[in-house]
């Protein structure tokens, strides 16, 4: 069974910066790629980045790249979601996802496995 933690989550001025974290069991970790997904209010869910399982990484956008950054953090079985020059529409719920085909569905994106969520909100 699949089981992500997201932490990190919580209330950030427009320009600031945020870390999330989500925590993974060791074969999570080492079985699937990693990555965020995010949702905001009446919207679909978005996919942010991740990382496979070959260390490859993947952005939506060139301007999402362009300000968030994801990484692991081996030692612990977490991946990071670094955010910088937060903006109010970034407000959304942020999902931690693990997926078995780096999280490509044709020209979507989705995740075998989901984590519960944590609420980003961007003050203006």
């Known amino acids: 069974q699949v089981h992500l933690v997201e932490s990190g989550g919580g209330l950030v001025q427009a320009g600031g910066s945020l870390r999330l974290s989500c925590a993974a069991s060791?074969?999570?970790?080492?079985?699937?790629?990693m990555g965020w997904f995010r949702q905001a209010a009446g919207k679909g869910r978005e996919f942010v980045g991740g990382?496979?399982?070959?260390?490859?990484?993947?952005y939506s956008t060139d301007s999402m790249k362009a300000r968030v950054t994801i990484s692991r953090g081996n030692a612990k079985n977490t991946v990071y979601l670094q955010m910088n020059s937060l903006k109010p529409e970034d407000t959304a719920v942020y999902y931690c996802?693990?997926?078995?085909?780096?999280?490509?569905?044709?020209?979507?994106?989705?995740?075998?496995?989901w984590g519960q969520g944590t609420q980003v909100t961007v003050s203006s």
């Open positions: 060791a074969r999570t970790f080492n079985s699937y790629a």
């Open positions: 990382i496979t399982r070959n260390d490859e990484y993947i």
């Open positions: 996802a693990a997926d078995s085909w780096a999280f490509r569905r044709g020209g979507d994106y989705s995740a075998d496995y």
